[in-house]
Structure formats: C-alpha cells, structure tokens
C-alpha cells in the first residue's frame, strides 16, 4: 500500500509532517507539484497547468516509482483538485480519498457578489499586475503569504513552516509561476462522471472559503463517500488538524 499526500497553495510538501509522522510504518509518497513552491525550476516556467495535467504527471510519477494498484491519495485545496483529477483517470490504481471540498458541487456559488471579498484572491491571480507586484520580492511574498495563512486558518496565526513557505515562492519566477493555477482552472463546476472511488471528505467547520453547507452536492459528484466536518479547523487541514488526516487515511487502508 501507497499513500500519496498533495499539499495546495501556498503551501508545501512540509504541509503535511506531522501526518507523515502519524503514519509511520507506511509507504508515504509527498510530492513537489510542478511550479508550486520548491516544485518551481526554470523549467516549469511555462507548462500546462490544468488540474488533468498536474494529475497526468503524478500518475507518471506514481508509474515511475512501481505504484501500479492499492494507493490512498490525500489533498486538500488545489490538491484535492489534482487528487479527483486522478481519481477519474486512473480509478484503478486507487482503493480510497481523503479530499478536502474543492469539488464541482460547489459550482458557480463562488462567483455570488455577497463572496466578492472571499474570491477576490482569485480574480486577482489572474491579473498580470499580481506577479508585477510581487514576484521575486522576498518582503513582498512573505506578507501577502502571511496574511492568506492569517485569514484562512482558523487560528489567525502563519504556520510553524511559514519561513521555508516563503523563501520557496520568493525566489524569482516561483510565485509567478504559482499563478498559472489560476488562469488554467477557473471555476468549480465541472462534467465529469463522478468519482467511484471510496473518498472520505474532510470539511473544516470554520473554513472561510466553503461553508459546510456546500457539501450538498457531494453525492453527485461521489458515489461512493462519507462527509467528515474537522471542528477547529481552517482551510489548511493538514497543517491544523493532522491527526484528522491521519485519521481518514488510516480508515482506508487495510
């Protein structure tokens, strides 16, 4: 058995340390995501950066490494996206998910004029003033960085890792490169047959972004699913709840 661990934005492998730390005695794969952090090299300047493309490369990474069936894959924000990206092209290398709810059943819900001051992040990626302002200024990414992680974790406060998460997106072309995220997946909404893998779906309580009440849709877009809410717990589930992500992966494994 394989658990394969995809961290988000803006955030890092080391995102997930202390949920390795709680598996110990299993396989655990944590990889650096093409252009995200310190997965960023001059040869990621320009490349696809759509969640099938991010999800075709760890499949080849995964055939790489000799991991062909019996694999438990975790994300959680642009991870979790990558992770049902996955899920849906390759079904059978997997036997469970632990996602967080960036999932299509969220829909346009995010684009509502009452969440503008929620999603302006967004909009705002998209812009080539984004990068103007900030890429490769060390002073720069590392407080906008700070205050992302202040306003989505439930605590209010950056994360132990915050220092490596900087000097990662500051070097230049790292933050810039972090952006086409952006622009090559825009929206939640999506056509694609639901996922049949078993997934168990982390909700923080005190998530920003999406609200509990988002998860309406999950049987739409899973056929096979169980809703876990993570109380005390912000956007960065890994980071403020590990054991619940420990937890949910250890439920999936024999």
Known sequence: MTVVLLHGWPGLPSDYDRVVADLSGERVIVPD?????AGFTRATTAFDATAAAHAGRLLSLLDDAGVADGVVIAGYDIGSRIAQAALRADPGRFVGAVLTPAYPGIGDRTASPALASTFWY???H????????IDGDERAVRTYLTYIWETWRAGA?????????VAAYARPGAFAASLQWYAANRGYAAGENPVTVPTTMLWADRD??????????LPKHFSDVRLEIVTDCGHFVPVERPDAVARAVRSHLP
């Open 208 to 217: 920003p972004l999406f609200p509990v009440e988002w998860a309406d849709e």
């Open 157 to 165: 406060a950056p994360p132990p890792h915050l220092d490596e998460i």
């Open 126 to 133: 998209r812009e080539p003033v984004a990068a103007a302002l």
């Open 33 to 37: 995501l093409a252009g995200f952090g």
């Open 122 to 124: 967004q909009h705002f």
